[in-house]
Nanobody, 121 residues
């Protein structure tokens, strides 16, 4: 069993900063890509940023230059530093990971429970 636990959401004013973290735990052999997605009310879930095990990153155009994704492979943890936040960044942010559990050769996709980020004055 693999779990992803997010932390760090909250309320921030426009122009402010917030950091999210997501720790993977359980019966893990290896973790491939990790990432962050978000879902605003009435909208579909969308990609925010991803990072491979080797550190290659990919960002949605809407967050390029403002958000930074990073990971600590030793801690099985992925981070999202969000700067210059805008009201349109308000959403539930979900952590995602492609994990190979122990005792299997297959990879599976896992999701965290989500953490609310609200950008408002």
């Amino acid at each position: 069993q693999v779990q992803l636990v997010e932390s760090g959401g909250g309320l921030v004013q426009p122009g402010g900063s917030l950091g999210l973290s997501c720790a993977a735990s359980g019966s893990i052999f290896s973790i491939n890509a990790m990432g962050w997605y978000r879902q605003a009310p009435g909208k579909q879930r969308e990609l925010v940023a991803t990072i491979t095990g080797g550190g290659s990153t990919n960002y949605a155009d809407s967050v390029k230059g403002r958000f930074t994704i990073s990971r600590d492979n030793a801690k099985n943890t992925v981070y999202l530093q969000m700067n210059s936040l805008k009201p349109e960044d308000t959403a539930v942010y979900y952590c995602n990971a492609i994990v190979r559990p122990k005792a299997t050769v297959y990879e599976y996709e896992y999701w965290g429970q989500g953490t609310q980020v609200t950008v408002s004055s």
